[in-house]
T-cell receptor, first 116, second 112 residues
Framework: DTAVSQTPKYLVTQMGNDKSIKCEQN?????MYWYKQDSKKFLKIMFS???????INETVPNRFSPKSPDKAHLNLHINSLELGDSAVYFC???????????????FGPGTRLTVT | AQSVAQPEDQVNVAEGNPLTVKCTYS??????LFWYVQYPNRGLQFLLK??????LVKGSYGFEAEFNKSQTSFHLKKPSALVSDSALYFC??????????FGAGTRLFVKA
């Protein structure tokens, strides 16, 4: 019954490795997001997809590549991991903005990534 | 450009007392304003939103927020705080598109 789920919950890896985080939502939303929350709890948007199309691509290194195989899934692949990538990554979903109206977002439980 | 300011890193209040968590915003066009709460090791949970209409918005867990256009503020309030309200609270603003900007968060500590 989980609305937005992410796997894995914890991810510990070494510098230089490649890893993926998966996200699935069962809310029927068309829009999905990836956020990064740093150690000071700042929350910053990384990517947003609407109907599988990339809408927002913030100033994120090219090592980060999102992929949306369908509207219910948005995965995040990270190449050549660096120490500074250590953070909590949150997936979220919402109804698509419509007629200028924006809707609330539903967040997953987060994936805590630790790069050593 | 959109921005959100939460001027207080932490708010301390005694259980049973009213609480206020402050938020001011800047956005071109009509603002869509949100409050979210984050408990330890959890994702953010939606509390309430302002889209249009009444300036006083009621949300989950007895929280409410007051939209003030002239002061560009959207302060979160609760008449009587509970220890279980202790958490990290985020204000967020959206100008009507896909990008929502979150404030830095305010940690609420309710003492028994």
């Amino acid at each position: 019954d989980t609305a937005v789920s992410q796997t894995p919950k914890y991810l510990v890896t070494q510098m230089g490795n490649d890893k993926s985080i998966k996200c699935e939502q069962n809310l029927g939303h068309d829009t999905m997001y990836w956020y990064k929350q740093d150690s000071k709890k700042f929350l910053k948007i990384m990517f947003s997809y609407n109907n599988k199309e990339l809408i927002i691509n913030e100033t994120v290194p090219n090592r980060f590549s999102p992929k949306s195989p369908d509207k219910a899934h948005l995965n995040l692949h990270i190449n050549s991991l660096e120490l500074g990538d250590s953070a909590v990554y949150f997936c979220a979903s919402s109804q698509s903005p419509s007629a200028g109206i924006t809707y609330e977002q539903y967040f997953g439980p987060g994936t805590r990534l630790t790069v050593t | 450009a959109q921005s959100v300011a939460q001027p207080e890193d932490q708010v301390n209040v005694a259980e049973g007392n009213p609480l206020t968590v402050k938020c001011t915003y800047s956005v071109s066009g009509n603002p869509y304003l949100f409050w979210y709460v984050q408990y330890p090791n959890r994702g953010l949970q939606f509390l309430l939103k302002y889209i249009t209409g009444d300036n006083l918005v009621k949300g989950s867990y007895g929280f409410e927020a007051e939209f003030n256009k002239s002061q560009t503020s959207f302060h979160l309030k609760k008449p009587s705080a509970l220890v279980s309200d202790s958490a990290l609270y985020f204000c967020a603003v959206n100008g009507g598109g896909f990008k929502t900007i979150f404030g830095a968060g305010t940690r609420l500590f309710v003492k028994a």
